[in-house]
T-cell receptor
Framework: RKEVEQDPGPFNVPEGATVAFNCTYS??????FFWYRQDCRKEPKLLMS???SGNEDGRFTAQLNRASQYISLLIRDSKLSDSATYLC???????????FGSGTKLNVKP | DVKVTQSSRYLVKRTGEKVFLECVQD?????MFWYRQDPGLGLRLIYF???????EKGDIPEGYSVSREKKERFSLILESASTNQTSMYLC???????????????FGPGTRLTVL
């Protein structure tokens, strides 16, 4: 079983739509959670950390559900520039090790 | 502006060659990582280092070794390249933080290695 699982997509949405991705993780002792964004042929970059209480950054909202072992990312009012692959990352009990999902691809269409 | 650099963006090698991939960070980070990224498999950890001369195997260390002689530099070595090591290789670094500190990883631009 993979440590982190994501729906690969692609999610094809029109501009202005709201879209949500989920990611499940297998290690209940996981400590830290992140969403990274990766543009085509570029390196991943941190989008946001995910806190127990949930957090919001502009149009982006991240939630953590420890009981069901998943994290989510909600993007409101999608922009063309949001088109990318979104990687879910989990940091288990060993602080210096990170597990990456294989990514969810988002295409925002005009 | 934080920076992680990798020695090559594209590399083509032949089966059996010894390959060196270099990574340098200028953020004084303790931890450095080597990943490979393949379609459908995501990023998989090859090796990481939490201090100079210290290293730990990741999930797929077979066929690879690493070297960290200086804090800012972390090298990945393919002793005898094989075609199944054709991949995108990504280096990353992170400052050591306690739990809950939000360990952001900073990535280099990647090296696309093709082994013929």
């Amino acid at each position: 079983r993979k440590e982190v699982e994501q729906d690969p997509g692609p999610f094809n949405v029109p501009e202005g739509a709201t879209v949500a991705f989920n990611c499940t993780y297998s290690n209940s002792a996981s400590q830290s959670f992140f969403w990274y964004r990766q543009d085509c042929r570029k390196e991943p970059k941190l989008l946001m950390s995910v806190y127990s209480s949930g957090n919001e950054d502009g149009r982006f909202t991240a939630q953590l559900n420890r009981a069901s072992q998943y994290i989510s990312l909600l993007i409101r009012d999608s922009k063309l520039s949001d088109s990318a692959t979104y990687l879910c990352v989990v940091n288990p009990y060993n602080f210096n090790k990170f597990y990456f999902g294989s990514g969810t691809k988002l295409n925002v269409k005009p | 502006d934080v920076k992680v650099t990798q020695s090559s963006r594209y590399l083509v090698k032949r089966t059996g060659e010894k390959v060196f991939l270099e990574c340098v960070q200028d953020m004084d980070h303790e931890n450095m990582f080597w990943y490979r990224q393949d379609p459908g498999l995501g990023l998989r950890l090859i090796y990481f280092s939490y201090d100079v001369k210290m290293k730990e195997k990741g999930d797929i260390p077979e066929g690879y070794s690493v070297s960290r002689e200086k804090k800012e530099r972390f090298s990945l070595i393919l002793e005898s390249a094989s075609t199944n090591q054709t991949s995108m290789y990504l280096c990353a670094s992170t400052l050591f933080l306690l739990a809950g500190g939000g360990n952001e990883q900073f990535f280099g631009p990647g090296t696309r290695l093709t082994v013929l």
